[in-house]
């Protein structure tokens, strides 16, 4: 994806409108549309939804390392820095409580 001249590394996420309802669709486009608009840190930024051809495509911000769920069960055993652990809970608290100052809930 290119933006004034960088090119910025994304992920796409995609679901086949074969295994998706309509409503599931109309779901995926009205979440992906109200989280384009937020932007904050520790949030992962939504740019664009793509529905011209299947799978519907929703291009997103690239965190390296996947999830934090992902990431924290990849390396149970690596991370036991007491204040690192501190900080990544407390970075995810402060992503929650901006989506929460915006009437968003989060969910798994």
């Known amino acids: ?11 796409v996420k995609s679901a ?3 295994t998706l309802t309509k409503e599931g669709a109309k779901e995926m486009m009205r979440e992906a549309r109200m ?3 937020y932007l904050h840190p520790n949030v992962v930024q939504i740019y664009g939804v793509a529905l011209d051809d299947d799978p519907i495509m929703i291009v997103m911000e690239l965190v390296r390392g996947g999830s934090l769920h992902h990431y924290l069960k990849k390396n149970a055993g690596k991370i036991n820095d007491i204040e690192r652990l501190n900080n990544m809970a407390s970075s995810a ?5 901006y989506l929460h ?3 968003c809930i989060h969910r798994v």
Not at 93 to 97: K, R, S, T, V
């Open 35 to 37: 989280m384009r608009h």
């Open 93 to 97: 608290a402060w992503g929650l409580e």
């Open 16 to 18: 086949k409108t074969a």
């Open 101 to 103: 100052s915006r009437s």
């Open 1 to 11: 994806m290119k933006r004034k001249n960088d090119v910025i590394e994304v992920a």
